[in-house]
C-alpha cells in the first residue's frame, strides 16, 4: 500500500523519530534481557548451593528449586499485569490456541530445559553450563527441520558447524575438581539446549498476536505449577520444598533470582515484539558472556582462556543461525 | 469470553482500509473501554508491535491541528492469515 505522509517534512521527521526511539527501547529490552539472564543464573547457583539444596540429591533439589523460582517470576510478573489492569488479559489469552501453545511450550522450557540447565550448572558450573546451552536456537532449528519441514539455510549450517565447535572448546578442558560429573552436567546442558529449542519451536504457532507481557507470565505460571502439581508428588519434593521457603536467606536470594529472572524474560520478550524476533534473540544470547562476567564478579570464580574463546563462538554462531547479518546492514542502510 | 485485545485490534485492522490508534481505540471502547490497560499509550503499543512482528504495516502519516503525529496502519495477508487461524470463535 502508498503510504501518505500529510504534514510535509515535520512528520516524516517525527515518523522516523518514533520509530527509530521504539527500536531503540527494543534493544535496551533485548541487551538486558541478556545481562540480567546471565546474572539470574549465578544468583540461582549462589542459592541452590546453600542448605537445604546443598545437601539433597541433585533431581530433586533442582526440581524444588524451578518449581520455587518459576512460580515466584510468575507471582511477579502476575503483580505487573494486575498493577497495569491486565489481570483479565492473562484468563483471555489462555482461552486462545496460542496462549495454550505457550503452555505447551513451557512444559518443554520449565520442567525440562530449566531443571536440566540447573543441574548442568550445578554438576559442571554456570561458566560450563551457560554456553553449552546457548545451542537452543541450533536444536530449534533442527527440530524445525525435522517437524516443521523448514529448509536449513547455509547460513544456519555454517552458524550451527560455528557453535558445535564453540561447544567442543568449552568442553574439552575440564575444570579442577570432580571430572566424573562434569560431562554429566555438560550433558544435561545439552538437555536444556533441547527442551529450549522445542520451546522456541512450538511458541512460533500464533505467539506473534499476544502482549509478550501476558505470554511470559502464562509461560512461567505454567512451568512453576506442573513442577508443584506434576513434578514434586513424583519425586517426593515437598518436604524439601517446605524447607526451602521457610529458610528466610534461602527464599530471600530465591526471590531476587526469580525478579532478575522475570525481568530477563520480559525484557527479552519484549525485544522480540519491539524489534523483531531475529534481533531480540541475539541480545539475548549474549547471556553467555554476561554470565562469565557476573561470575567473576560475585562468584570470584576464575574463567579460563578457553571457556571464553569457546562462549565468544558459541555466541556468534548462535546469532548466525538466528539472524542474517545482512538484514542488519540492510536496515542500516534504509 | 472476551477475545485479547491485541487480537481484537488485529481482527479490527480486517474490517478497514486503514486505521490510526485512536481509531482502534474508539472501535473497542464498548468492549474493554472501562478496563485500566485502555490507555492510548497502550494502543499505539499494539499497533507498533503488531507492526514489527510482521502482521501490520504503514499506511501513511499526519500531524494534526495541534501538531500531533498520527501514523496509520493497515493490515497485511500475513496478518488475515493469523486472524483467520488464531482468532477465537473464527
Known sequence: MSQAVVGGQNASRLKADLEAKFERKGTVHGAMSGMTYGLYSVILGLATAKAPFATAPLIAASLVAIAINDSLAALWLTGLNVMQGRGKEIIRNLCTFPGMMVCLAALFGGPIANVAYLLGIMYAGATYAMPISALCPVVGAILSRIFMKQKISKRVGIGMTICIIGTIIVSYVKPDGNPQNFYLGIAFSLLAAIGWGAEGMISTFGMSMMDPKIAITIRDAMSGLSILIVGLPIIGGYKLFASAITQPEVIGIMAIGALVCATSFLTWYNANSMCGVAKGMSLNITYVLWGFVWSIIILHESVTGMVVVGGIIVTIGAILVSVNPMDFIRKEEA | ?90
Do not use: Q
Open chain 2, 1 to 90: 469470553m472476551k477475545a485479547p485485545v491485541r487480537f481484537r485490534v488485529l481482527e479490527y485492522m480486517t474490517t478497514v482500509e486503514k486505521a490510526c490508534p485512536d481509531e482502534i481505540m474508539e472501535a473497542m471502547r464498548n468492549e474493554y473501554g472501562t478496563e485500566r490497560h485502555f490507555t492510548k499509550k497502550s494502543f499505539i503499543d499494539h499497533a507498533m508491535c503488531l507492526k514489527a512482528n510482521g502482521l501490520l504495516e504503514d499506511a501513511g502519516a499526519e500531524l494534526n491541528d495541534s501538531g500531533e503525529l498520527i501514523l496509520f496502519y493497515s493490515i497485511n495477508e500475513e496478518g488475515k492469515k493469523m486472524v483467520s487461524k488464531y482468532m477465537p470463535n473464527k
